[in-house]
C-alpha cells in the first residue's frame, strides 16, 4: 500500500537560505490541519545524527563519506520517514539523495553509476510497491556559488563542506541543476538571490499549485 502523507524535500548549496524557509512552511501546513514531521539530512535519528557529526567534521575519502551519507538514509529512512508518511504526516526534510548526488558526486567527483546503484539499495521499501522512494517535490534554492561563499563568510564556524572553495559549490550547484534535469515533475527551482520574503512566495506557491496547500495560504 503506497503512502498517504506527502514528501517535501529542501536542498541547494550551502549559504543558498533554504533552511530559513522549512519551519516557515511546516507552520503553513500545521495551520491547515496537517501533521508534519520537521526532519534532515544527514540525520534525522539517533544513529544517523552519530553519522552526521563524522560526515561533517571528519576527512575521508569519496567512497567512505557515501556509504556512511546512505547508511544514515537507510536508518532515517526506516525509523523516521516511512513510518511519518504511513501515518499521513506531512515530512519536510532539509536534504535527501539529490545532496548526495550534488555533493559527492558532482562536488567531490565520485561515480555516479555507483551512487544510483546505493539509491536504488538503500530507497527501497515495501510502502513503493517495488518503486524507490522518492520526495513528492523538491524545492531547490538555486544560487550562484559566489553568492553562498558570500553568505557563508558570514555564518558560523564552517563545517568541512561549507569551508570548500567555491569552484566546489559550482559543481556542487551543477549536480543539482542535472537532477533538477532529470526529474523535472518533482522540482522546483526557486530563485535563492531574491529577498527573503520573495522567495518564501515561491515555495509557498509550488506548495498552492501541486494542490498541498489551499489557496488562500498564498
Same mark, same amino acid.
Given at each position: 500500500?503506497?503512502?498517504?502523507? *506527502?514528501?517535501?524535500?529542501?536542498?541547494?548549496? &550551502?549559504?543558498?537560505?533554504?533552511?530559513?524557509?522549512?519551519?516557515?512552511?511546516?507552520?503553513?501546513?500545521?495551520?491547515?490541519?496537517?501533521?508534519?514531521?520537521?526532519?534532515?539530512?544527514?540525520?534525522?535519528?539517533?544513529?544517523?545524527?552519530?553519522?552526521?557529526?563524522?560526515?561533517?567534521?571528519?576527512?575521508? &575519502?569519496?567512497?567512505?563519506?557515501?556509504?556512511?551519507?546512505?547508511?544514515?538514509?537507510?536508518?532515517?529512512? /526506516?525509523?523516521?520517514?516511512?513510518?511519518? *508518511?504511513?501515518?499521513?504526516?506531512?515530512?519536510? /526534510?532539509?536534504?535527501?539523495?539529490?545532496?548526495?548526488?550534488?555533493?559527492?558526486?558532482?562536488?567531490?567527483?565520485?561515480?555516479?553509476?555507483?551512487?544510483?546503484?546505493?539509491?536504488?539499495?538503500?530507497?527501497?521499501?515495501?510502502?513503493?510497491?517495488?518503486?524507490?522512494?522518492?520526495?513528492?517535490?523538491?524545492?531547490?534554492?538555486?544560487?550562484?556559488?559566489?553568492?553562498?561563499?558570500?553568505?557563508?563568510?558570514?555564518?558560523?564556524?564552517?563545517?568541512?563542506?561549507?569551508?570548500?572553495?567555491?569552484?566546489?559549490?559550482?559543481?556542487?550547484?551543477?549536480?543539482?541543476?542535472?537532477? /533538477?534535469?532529470?526529474?523535472?515533475?518533482?522540482?522546483?527551482?526557486? &530563485?535563492?538571490?531574491?529577498?527573503?520574503?520573495?522567495?518564501?512566495?515561491?515555495? *509557498?506557491?509550488? /506548495?498552492?499549485?501541486?494542490?498541498?496547500?489551499?489557496?488562500?495560504?498564498?
Amino acid at each position: 500500500m503506497r503512502h498517504t502523507g *506527502l514528501f517535501i524535500t529542501f536542498e541547494g548549496i &550551502d549559504g543558498a537560505g533554504k533552511s530559513s524557509h522549512i519551519v516557515t512552511l511546516a507552520e503553513a501546513f500545521r495551520a491547515q490541519g496537517h501533521t508534519v514531521t520537521l526532519t534532515r539530512e544527514p540525520g534525522g535519528t539517533p544513529l544517523a545524527e552519530t553519522l552526521r557529526g563524522i560526515l561533517l567534521n571528519e576527512a575521508m &575519502d569519496p567512497l567512505t563519506e557515501t556509504l556512511l551519507m546512505f547508511a544514515a538514509r537507510r536508518d532515517h529512512l /526506516c525509523q523516521v520517514i516511512e513510518p511519518a *508518511l504511513a501515518q499521513g504526516h506531512v515530512v519536510l /526534510c532539509d536534504r535527501f539523495t539529490d545532496a548526495t548526488f550534488a555533493y559527492q558526486g558532482y562536488g567531490r567527483g565520485f561515480d555516479l553509476t555507483v551512487l544510483k546503484t546505493l539509491e536504488q539499495w538503500v530507497q527501497h521499501t515495501a510502502a513503493m510497491d517495488g518503486a524507490i522512494r522518492q520526495p513528492d517535490l523538491t524545492l531547490w534554492f538555486d544560487v550562484p556559488a559566489a553568492v553562498a561563499a558570500a553568505r557563508l563568510s558570514q555564518a558560523r564556524v564552517p563545517d568541512k563542506f561549507e569551508a570548500m572553495p567555491e569552484a566546489f559549490f559550482a559543481r556542487v550547484a551543477q549536480g543539482y541543476a542535472q537532477r /533538477c534535469q532529470e526529474m523535472p515533475h518533482r522540482f522546483v527551482r526557486l &530563485d535563492g538571490t531574491q529577498p527573503m520574503e520573495a522567495v518564501w512566495r515561491q515555495a *509557498l506557491q509550488a /506548495c498552492v499549485e501541486r494542490g498541498f496547500l489551499a489557496e488562500q495560504m498564498a
